[in-house]
């Protein structure tokens, strides 16, 4: 094998950054490459693995090796902004579809949630996000209607959430957020275009209002082949 893996890694690489294998393109496979490049397999397996694992290339049970998209930053960990506002000032292209709008009646989790009682009347809002036209976050948004009265005629497509509620007095304020990582099942794997049991980044945040009045719980699962979270943390003296 010796260093030949590493010429075939330079090429793949070249024909990558240049353009020539593009974003979502699926490369040639194992047997092709090795034709093509005139070694074994071993030594095309060893080049495509290095680009998988530096980010540049991905491996899809059904559809082959393909080319991957650049990492979306999201800084939410360290602010309150939009998604929207997020994409923007990373020159991301970002788009909404609203998937479900309607009022139901709180369940158990959801109540808890909100701190409301169960079968209260509950907001469900489900949309899908987009940044540079590939899905990438899913989305489920629970408000109470008691605090936000005639929502349904709203049209979250192009209005933003956090605008909502600072129009009827209930800006945000504060989110606490959990992270954990969980496997995409067959429903979220289709809307994210993506394959069953791929892992995603999986939120559950609760926003408060400036009187403290919770007013959303949001579960949101992010794909984990296109986005890196960054963190900003400072020292508490005394630690």
């Given amino acids: 094998m010796s260093a030949l893996y590493l010429d075939v890694k330079k090429d793949l690489l070249d024909k990558i950054t240049s353009g020539e294998y593009s974003e979502g393109t699926i490369i040639p496979t194992e047997h092709e490459l090795s034709d093509l490049y005139n070694v074994?397999?071993?030594t095309i397996r060893k080049a495509?693995?290095?680009l998988v694992d530096a980010g540049y290339l991905?491996?899809?049970k059904k559809r082959g090796t393909i080319v991957c998209a650049p990492k979306v930053i999201q800084d939410f960990t360290q602010s309150i902004s939009s998604f929207d506002?997020?994409?923007?000032r990373h020159g991301v292209v970002s788009k909404t579809q609203v998937i479900t709008f309607k009022i139901e009646e709180a369940s158990k989790e959801i109540a808890k949630s909100?701190?409301?009682h169960e079968k209260d009347l509950v907001y469900k809002l489900v949309r899908l996000r987009y940044t540079d036209y590939n899905p990438n976050v899913f989305i489920t948004t629970y408000i109470p209607v008691s605090l936000f009265p005639g929502l349904l005629d709203t049209d979250f497509t192009h209005i933003r959430l956090y605008d909502v509620f600072e129009k009827q007095g209930h800006s945000i304020n504060t989110i606490d957020r959990t992270l954990e990582i969980a496997l995409a099942d067959d429903t979220i794997a289709d809307?994210?275009?993506?394959?069953?049991?791929?892992?995603?980044f999986y939120f559950r945040s609760i926003g408060y209002d400036?009187?403290?009045n919770l007013i959303e719980y949001s579960i949101a699962r992010y794909r984990?082949?296109?986005n890196t979270f960054t963190l900003h943390l400072n020292q508490h003296k005394g630690d």
């Avoid at 809307?191 to 995603?200: R, T, Y």
């Fill in 48 to 50: 495509v693995q290095i």
């Fill in 191 to 200: 809307m994210l275009d993506i394959d069953e049991g791929d892992p995603l």
């Fill in 114 to 116: 909100l701190q409301i």
């Fill in 224 to 226: 984990g082949d296109i």
């Fill in 58 to 60: 991905e491996k899809k």
């Fill in 85 to 88: 506002t997020q994409m923007k």
């Fill in 210 to 212: 400036t009187q403290k």
């Fill in 40 to 42: 074994s397999r071993p």
